[in-house]
């Protein structure tokens, strides 16, 4: 067997990092209240989408393995035991097996077995009943075949094919682990799970509050008593609970940097900085909608873009532009800005882009005279609306005319996924900064994810060809090369890469900021209040 990671090994290179850093004496107790700028459709990790459901339930449970909470890039190299002790490949790197820990318990009391994970994915592939609502992240193991136990404490993933990157899915937050005695009806109203925290409420539009898990596995951990998100849709009334003090932290990275001048005035006391979060502001199209099934409409949307102006007015000149994958230095696999330049609508001479975008439009008919007129559907919460508001703007320049349509956020999700939209702005975020997460969830042909049901067999192959890939280098090369391919195709035009900031007050600590997902950092486990 090929050994990647021991538990002891990587327990002591913890301690002997820690020994280089200065004393520090965390403090017991305490409820860590954040707001939280949205109601959750349910609190099942793995049937929503987006991080909202992720941040108010990883305290919950935990994963096999996970990123390393304190390291702020999050990479093969991040990665450390969670329930999991220790795990290993065979030869030919297609069967991954786990140790798992001894003397587990739900939060019911109820051991915690291999079985139990082994349920977790039987639930993701599709092959129980009841099954998920929804599934957002299924194809995510398009390549994973069964999992496999042998007695209660070793599990194993068995692939079809070779995954050098596949344990990076299984360290991301929406990877928990779900206990097989529970429904997921009953996952989404009131969670068990393993995790530093246990569930204690959910009201729909008020609330959420978990209290500290007193059995937990993990020794002296957590230090908080428990954490409460008070749900405030509105943002000014979500600034001033922080100014004021009714809340000692925001929701994670859903301060924009507009907004975050009236923070730093009305808290001037307050610890906050700007991260770049692996999400994008996109425009997705539905490819089978007239008259966007032509491919040279979308094309002309591709050339309107401004991306300069976007991040002008909502990143204040912060250069964050890129394709697919997060562009470097944060992001690990993002195009170089030279090969960018090549791309529809990328290249520096807006108006030459927009000469481009008039002639596509009027080879199908549309001009001055014959405006083509949409609904521009976007998530009704105010990054997205700011953010949909710019674009119609831009699409007026080539002729189209699009009049915003708010969907709430519940039924987002469900609305993209059954196609009933013609053209929208997205938010897509990404929980893990690899290809195989990026590729097979928003542009594989079988995702449920995919919100323009882009489908490309052809390029699909590529997909599978980067992902058997031992050798960095090269499939880097590879990952470059789909990516370029995807915008050119206009698989889902990318605006920008989104910035944001997250802030706390000073005595709350234990926060560490991941830069390349939104998703991984919120176990809370090591979180404290230094009152």
């Not at 080879?363 to 521009?376: A, F």
């Not at 674009?391 to 996924?417: G, H, R, S």
């Amino acid at each position: 067997m090929n050994r990647v990671w021991s538990a002891g090994v990587g327990w002591l290179l913890s301690v002997a990092l820690l020994a280089f850093q200065p004393a520090c004496a965390q403090q017991n107790g305490g409820i860590l209240r954040l707001y939280h700028w949205v109601s959750p459709a349910s609190m099942s990790v793995h049937e929503e989408a987006g991080y909202s459901a992720s941040v108010s339930g990883m305290p919950i449970f935990n994963n096999l393995v996970l990123y390393k909470q304190d390291v702020p890039q999050n990479s093969l190299s991040s990665i450390v035991p969670d329930i999991a002790t220790e795990w290993s490949w065979n030869d030919n790197r297609t069967v991954l097996t786990f140790q798992l820990r001894s003397g587990v318990k739900w939060h019911d009391g109820t051991p915690f077995t291999a079985k139990d994970v082994k349920c977790t994915w039987d639930l993701v592939l599709g092959n129980t009943t009841p099954g998920l609502r929804l599934n957002p992240r299924k194809a995510w193991y398009h390549n994973l075949r069964e999992v496999t136990t042998d007695g209660d404490n070793r599990v194993a993933f068995h692939l079809d094919r070779p995954q050098p990157a596949f344990i990076a899915l299984l360290a991301s937050g929406v990877s928990p682990i779900y206990p097989c005695h529970v429904t997921p009806a009953q996952m989404r109203q009131h969670p068990i799970g393993t995790g530093p925290f246990k569930f204690l409420e959910f009201k729909p539009n008020e609330s959420i509050k978990l209290v500290r898990n007193p059995e937990y596995w993990k020794t002296n951990r957590p230090y908080l008593d428990g954490i409460e998100f008070t749900i405030i849709p509105n943002r000014s009334t979500q600034i001033l609970a922080f100014a004021s003090g009714k809340v000692d932290m925001t929701f994670p990275n859903q301060v924009s940097l507009p907004l975050l001048k009236d923070v730093k005035i009305q808290a001037p006391q307050a610890v906050c900085d700007v991260y770049p979060i692996n999400a994008t502001r996109d425009v997705i199209i539905n490819r089978t909608r007239s008259p966007f099934d032509n491919p040279n409409l979308r094309r002309a949307i591709a050339f309107a873009i401004d991306h300069k102006t976007f991040t002008d007015i909502l990143l204040e000149g912060r250069r964050s532009t890129g394709g697919a994958l997060m562009p470097p230095p944060d992001g690990v696999w993002g195009m170089p800005p030279e090969m960018l330049a090549t791309l529809p609508g990328y290249g520096p001479d807006l108006e030459k882009n927009r000469t481009e975008a008039h002639k596509l439009m009027q080879s199908v008919g549309y001009g001055p005279d014959n405006r083509l007129k949409v609904k521009l559907a976007t998530r009704n919460v105010a990054p997205d609306r700011d953010s949909a508001v710019i674009l119609t703007d831009q699409l007026k320049q080539i002729y189209i005319d699009a009049e915003l349509d708010p969907i709430e956020m519940a039924n987002w999700f469900p609305m993209v996924t059954r196609g009933a939209y013609t053209i929208g702005l997205n938010t897509t975020a990404n929980a893990v900064d690899d290809p195989d997460q990026m590729f097979y969830e928003n542009y594989s042909c079988r995702s449920e994810n995919n919100a323009t049901k882009y489908c490309n067999p052809d390029l699909e192959k590529l997909f599978n060809q980067q992902s058997m890939e031992a050798d960095q280098e090269k499939r880097r090369g590879l990952v470059w090369e789909i990516d370029k391919r995807l915008q050119e195709d206009v698989a889902r035009p990318i605006i920008y890469h989104i910035r944001s900031s997250t802030c706390w007050q000073p005595y709350v600590k234990g926060i560490a900021m991941m830069v390349n997902s939104i998703f991984n950092g919120w176990r809370f486990e090591d979180a404290w209040l230094a009152r």
